[in-house]
C-alpha cells in the first residue's frame, strides 16, 4: 500500500515516514527541500532499513503535480505535511504562506478527486482555537480568529478540505490538530532542525543547553497561571507520528464515521514554561542559564488538549513522558552537534 508524504523529510514527516515503514507502507516523499536535507532520508533507511522513495518537486507547480500523480496511480493515501511554518514569518510574508500553504493543498485535492476513492490525513495545529475559554480543549471548541496567516492558513485549509469532502464521498480526510511536537527518534537517526535562530522553545533550550545559545529568554512570567509562565501540551513527536499512522489506517479500514473528521492530537497534560526547563534540567543533569523578559505577541496563556476523542474514538494515546521527550531532544542536539 503506497502512501505518499508530502514534506516527508520534515520534522515530523521523517517520523511519520518511520512508523509508516514499521507498518509495512510504501511510502513515497515529495519534499522541496526548503526546509529540510536529503541527509534525511539516510536517517530514515538507517532506522527501518527501508529507503522510501523521494521526489524533489515543488508542490506549487501544479503541473508537476498532475504529472506525479499520474506517475504514482496507486497512491493510497497521503499524508499532508508540505507548508510553511514559521508564526513570525507568516506575518511578514502573507503571500508566501497562503500560496504555499492552500495552493499545494488545492492541487493535491483536485487530484484526489479524479480517483476512485482516497484518503488524507491533514497537518493542522491547536492553534485554530486561539486562546480557548475551556481547558482542556476539546474539538468542538470553537475556531478562533487566527492570529497569524501561518494560523488562518491551518482554519482555511480544514475548511477548503471539508468543503471538498461535501462533493465528493471518494475523498476520506481526518485533519489532525496537534499541540506542542518536540523531542526526537530515540535513535538519534532523526530530529527536528531548525535553520537559523529557533522560535520555539525546546530547540532554543537544547542549544542553550549545548551552549550554542548564550541564554534562553522565557516570554513573561506575569501570566495568570501558578508559576505565571504559558502552559502548553507539549507531545512526543514519535507519539505524533504513531497517531498518523491510526488515522490513515483508520480510513483504509472504512472505520470513519464520516468523511471529514478531526482529533486533537496531544497528551492531555498541560505543562508552564517553568516545569519545561526543571524537566530538563533534570534530565540533562544540567541548569540551564534563562532570564525573564517582556511577553511575546501573539501567545496564548494555556492551550492543552482534550483526548477523549482521540483515545475512544481513533483509540490512539500518547505514551511518551515530557522527561521522555526533554531527554531525546537532548540527545539528538548533542548528536548533531558532535
Ligand atoms: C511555547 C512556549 C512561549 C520560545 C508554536 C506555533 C504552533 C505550532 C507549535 C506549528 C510559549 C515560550 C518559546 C522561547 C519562550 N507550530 N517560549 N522562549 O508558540 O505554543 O506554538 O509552535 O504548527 O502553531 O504557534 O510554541 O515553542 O514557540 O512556545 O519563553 O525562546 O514557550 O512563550 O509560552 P507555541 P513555542
Redesign the pocket.
Known sequence: MKILVTGGLGFIGSHVVVELQNEGFEVVIIDNLSNSSEDVLKGITAITGKQPLFEKLDLRDKPLVVDFFKKHHDILGVIHFAAS?A?GESVDLPLLYYENNLNTLIYILQELQKKEASNIIFSS?C?VYGQADVLPITESAPIKPAESP??NTKQIGEEIIKDTCKVSSNINAIALR?F?PIGAHESVKIGELPIGTP????P?ITQTGMGLREQ?????DDYPTEDG??I?DYIHVVDLAKAHVAALKRLINGDNSGNYEVFNIGTGKGSS?IEVINAFEEVSGQKLNYKIVDK?AG?VIAAFADTTKANNVLGWKSELSLKDALLSAWKWEQEIRK
Open positions: 511554518k508564526v495545529s492553534t501561518y494560523g496537534y506542542n522560535q520555539n522553545l525546546i532554543f534562553l529568554s522565557v516570554f513573561g509562565t504559558c502548553r514554561v511575546r501567545d
